[in-house]
Structures are given as C-alpha cells and as structure tokens.
C-alpha cells in the first residue's frame, strides 16, 4: 500500500521520474487492476455517494443539485463503472492508434499508461462530497493530459513529434466510445 502512495505522490509531484521507473517495469495487467485501477477508481464514487448523502437534502439550486434518495447508489456504481471501463478502452484505443504513430501494439503498456496517467483525476475524485469540488478535477485534467503526455513517449515509444496528436486522437476517440456507450445504455434504461 505504501509503493502505491508514494507511487501517486510521485506522478503527481515529479511525473517525468516516475514515468522513468514505470518504463522500466514489467507490465503487470493483474497488478495494475489490484493495485491502481480498482481502488483508485472507488474513489469518486464513494465520495459522491457519502455527499449525496450527507449535502444533497438542504442544497438548492443555487449552491448545488438535489439527487433523488433512490438514485444515489446507481450514480456511484455508474461512476465506478464507468471510470474502470474508461481505463480499459482507452488502453485499447492506445493499442489500436499506435502503429500510426511508429509504435507497437502491447496492451499490457498501453494499459500502464492509460491506469498511471488516470491517476490525478481519479485521486481528484475523492473530493467529490461536494460537487464544487469537481473544479480541482479540472486542474486534476490538465494534470493528467501532460502525465499522458509523457507516458506515451516513455512506455510506448511515441516519437516526440507525434505525442500530443497521439493523446488528443485517443482522447477524443475515448470520448465518442463514451458518449456513445452511455447514450446506449440509457435507451435501454440501465442508466
């Protein structure tokens, strides 16, 4: 637990030293969804869910949103839905994208940059008692966009040159797939 912190501490604090040790370690699929992925992903939905909770019954439209008392479990298994499945895609989006881009298809990195580079949006999470806090997710974004950034050159081998068309390429992708998973799925009612 403690390598997990400092780990964090250290994409937040020194992001291109840790991009380094990344590199160099073995891709471990199992050890990234145990260590990083799960956990950290539990973040923003145990803190909506403690918020809506706990704010939501004296808020008012001016200082924040009232979520029905029946709804506020399925908002937080939606958000750690869809922040797993987020991290996954977007690992293969990496995978699909990176022969265009010189580099060679190898889920198990892709998916170490997509899980590392995720980590300051997915901490930020844990801010989310108060919906206003989503601004720090903001500056947790921009955040994470550079630790993407770094990690594609880094671990994948995208040439300099070509690394943020990578990273907004992907992104972009990531976010039709998600607009157009969630449309799906709310058609049909499970979300």
């Known amino acids: 637990m403690r390598d997990v912190v400092q780990r964090v501490l250290r994409l937040i604090l020194s992001p291109s030293e840790a991009w380094d040790?990344?590199?160099?370690?073995?891709?471990s699929v199992d050890v990234?969804?145990?260590?990083?992925?799960v956990p950290l992903a539990l973040l923003a939905p145990i803190a909506g869910v403690v918020g809506m909770s706990t704010f939501d019954r004296d808020w008012d439209p001016r200082h924040g949103y009232l979520v029905p008392p029946e709804a506020i479990w399925s908002a937080g298994i939606t958000t750690l839905f869809a922040s797993i499945v987020s991290i996954f895609v977007l690992a293969g989006i990496f995978v699909m994208i990176a022969p265009m881009y010189?580099?060679?298809?190898?889920?198990?990195?892709?998916?170490?940059?997509?899980?590392?580079?995720?980590?300051?949006?997915?901490?930020a999470g844990s801010l989310l008692f108060l919906p206003v806090m989503v601004m720090v997710s903001v500056v947790a974004l921009c955040h994470t966009l550079y630790l993407y950034w770094i990690g594609v050159r880094r671990v994948l081998a995208v040439p300099d040159e070509a690394r943020t068309e990578f990273v907004g390429v992907s992104l972009t992708m990531l976010g039709g797939l998600s607009t157009l998973l969630g449309s799906a799925l709310s058609s049909i009612g499970l979300f």
């Open 32 to 37: 990234l969804i145990r260590r990083y992925i």
């Open 21 to 27: 040790e990344i590199a160099s370690e073995p891709a």
């Open 102 to 123: 010189g580099s060679s298809r190898h889920y198990p990195s892709a998916l170490k940059v997509a899980t590392y580079g995720a980590v300051p949006v997915l901490v």
